[in-house]
C-alpha cells in the first residue's frame, strides 16, 4: 500500500546513546500465533510483536474461532485448538500488508476441510503467490489465483494432500515454510530442499511443539498427523528492526548503543557479517538461548565503514536488511556492490528500485541492476525521500537522516507500524532528532 500522508523528518543528530529494547521478532511472533492455534492447550507467548502483521496473523486465528489472550502489551495465551479444530471463517482474511502471514497461511489452510479465501493491501496484492500455490498444487492443493498469480486467493477446502518433495527454486522460509504446514496434513512425508539457508523458525518451533522435523543440510521434511502440543515461547528482539538503530548508531560519531536480547539465529544473522566486513564494531555480548532460539545483546559503537563486494551467499541470510545495509554503503568509503539479490524487487516494494531513488534523492551515486545494486559511498546532502509505503525503506532513511547536513524529510511512512511500533520515540530516545507529522 502506498499513499499515507505521514511523514518522519530526520534532522542531523548528535551520536546515538543509551540502551533500546527493540520490539519481538516478526517471523517468530507469526509462527507462535499459527502453530499455538493448531496446538492441543494453551501456548503462552512473551515478547510478542503488536505491529500491524502479526496482529493480522492474529486476527485471521480469531476469525477461524482460536481464542488470543492479551496478557500484557507483548504477552498472550493463545488458546489452541488442535491441528483439526479451526472453523471455517465467515468472511475473506484479510492480511493487510504481511506476506508471511499469506504465503504461510496458505499451506496451513490448504490442508483444512473448509474453503477460505485470503486478501490484503496494494502492495500484498502484487506480490507473487505462485511460489507457494505452484509446489502446494503438487501436494493436491486447489487454490485459484488471479491471472497474475497474486491475491486474492481461494482455497478450496476438503482436499486429501499428499506428502512430496519439492526443490525450491530461490530459498525462501516463506515457501518452504507453507509447504512444511501443508505438510502437517499431508498423508506421506513432506521434503522442502533448499538452494541456500533461509530462515529456519518454523523447523525450530515446531520442534518446540514436539513435532518431529528432522533436518539435514539444505533438507527438511515432516510426516503428517503430528500433534503439536502447547508451550511457552519466548520472542526474540528482532534482528531486522534492530538493523536501523544499528546502522545509525554506527554512522553518527561518537554514538555508543546496547540493544539487549536480540535474535542472532545464524539463519538470519547476514547483517551482522557484511557490516563487519565493512569494519563495523558491533559485539555479541552475553549470547544465550531464548527456548529455541539464539539472542545475545548488541554493543554497538560508532566507527569508520568501508564498501565490499557482499558475497551472493549471504544475501539469503539478510534478505530484509538490504535497506539498512545500503544506507551505511552510502556513508562508507568506497564502492558497495550487491548483486543476486533479484528477490529485493518483490519485497513490500521493489526495493532495488526504492532504494536507488532514496539514495540519488539524497545525493549518493548509485547504479540499479536487475538483481542488486552498486551504491558509490562517501556521504550524503539530504533531501525528500519516497518510502513508498514499505516499513523498511522508511526507517533506513530515518536512520541516514542522523548524518544528512540538509536533514532527511520521509514520505509515505505509516507502514512502519507493521513492524516497528514506537519507532519514532524508540529512535528519539537514543537521540535521533526525528519527528513524524500526520
Ligand atoms: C520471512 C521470510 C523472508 C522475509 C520476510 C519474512 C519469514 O521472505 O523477507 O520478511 O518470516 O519467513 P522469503 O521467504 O520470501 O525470502
Known amino acids: 500500500m502506498s499513499g499515507s500522508s505521514q511523514r518522519f523528518l530526520v534532522r542531523p543528530s548528535g551520536p546515538l546513546r543509551g540502551e533500546l529494547r527493540v520490539p519481538g521478532d516478526k517471523s517468530i511472533s507469526h509462527r507462535a500465533v499459527m502453530l499455538g492455534a493448531l496446538a492441543d492447550g494453551i501456548t503462552t507467548i512473551e515478547g510478542f510483536l503488536p505491529g500491524e502483521d502479526c496482529l493480522a496473523t492474529r486476527r485471521a486465528f480469531e476469525a477461524m474461532d482460536v481464542a488470543c489472550e492479551e496478557t500484557s502489551e507483548t504477552g498472550m495465551r493463545i488458546h489452541g485448538v488442535g491441528l483439526y479444530g479451526l472453523s471455517e471463517p465467515s468472511a475473506p482474511l484479510d492480511l493487510g500488508n504481511s506476506g508471511t502471514s499469506m504465503r504461510l497461511l496458505l499451506g496451513l489452510l490448504a490442508g483444512q476441510e473448509f474453503s477460505s479465501t485470503l486478501i490484503g493491501d496494494a502492495s500484498l496484492s502484487r506480490r507473487p503467490m505462485r511460489r507457494v500455490t505452484e509446489p502446494l498444487a503438487r501436494m493436491g492443493a486447489q487454490i485459484e489465483t488471479t491471472e497474475a498469480g497474486t491475491a486474492p486467493l481461494h482455497i478450496r477446502g476438503g482436499q486429501r494432500l499428499h506428502g512430496a518433495s519439492y526443490e525450491l527454486s530461490v530459498a525462501s522460509a516463506q515457501v518452504k515454510s507453507a509447504l512444511l504446514l501443508a505438510g502437517l496434513y499431508a498423508q506421506e512425508p513432506t521434503i522442502v530442499n533448499e538452494p541456500g539457508i533461509s ?95 539464539p539472542i545475545a545483546d548488541l554493543h554497538v559503537v560508532a566507527g569508520p565503514l568501508h564498501g565490499v563486494d557482499v558475497p551472493p551467499a549471504l544475501v539469503p541470510l539478510a534478505i530484509d536488511e538490504f535497506p539498512a545495509l545500503l544506507v551505511a554503503a552510502a556513508m562508507a568509503s568506497g564502492v558497495t556492490r550487491i548483486t543476486g539479490a533479484a528477490e529485493l ?94
Open 345 to 438: 524487487r518483490v519485497k513490500e516494494s521493489d526495493r532495488i528500485s526504492a532504494m536507488a531513488s532514496g539514495l540519488e534523492a539524497v545525493g549518493v551515486r548509485v547504479e540499479e541492476a536487475a538483481d542488486g545494486i552498486t551504491v558509490h559511498g562517501g556521504g550524503v546532502r539530504g533531501g525528500i525521500v519516497d518510502a513508498l509505503g514499505d516499513h523498511r525503506i522508511a526507517m533506513s532513511f530515518a536512520a541516514l537522516g542522523a548524518v544528512a547536513p540538509e536533514g532527511i524529510e520521509i514520505v509515505d511512512v505509516a507502514n512502519v507500524q507493521t513492524s516497528f511500533p514506537g519507532f519514532v520515540g524508540a529512535m528519539a530516545g537514543l537521540g535521533l532528532n526525528i519527528e513524524q507529522s500526520a
Open 199 to 293: 530462515r529456519d523458525h518454523t523447523e525450530r518451533m515446531l520442534a518446540s511443539f514436539g513435532v518431529d522435523v528432522p533436518v539435514s543440510g539444505l533438507s527438511c521434511r515432516v510426516r503428517g498427523g503430528q500433534r503439536l502440543k502447547a508451550t511457552t515461547i519466548e520472542v526474540p528482539a528482532d534482528l531486522s528492526s534492530a538493523a536501523f538503530p544499528v546502522v545509525a548508531a554506527l554512522m553518527a560519531p561518537g554514538s555508543d548503543i546496547l540493544l539487549p536480547g536480540v535474535g542472532v539465529n545464524p539463519s538470519r544473522a547476514g547483517i551482522l557479517k557484511i557490516l563487519e566486513m565493512m569494519g563495523a564494531q558491533i559485539s555479541l555480548l552475553n549470547v544465550r538461548a531464548a527456548g529455541a532460539e
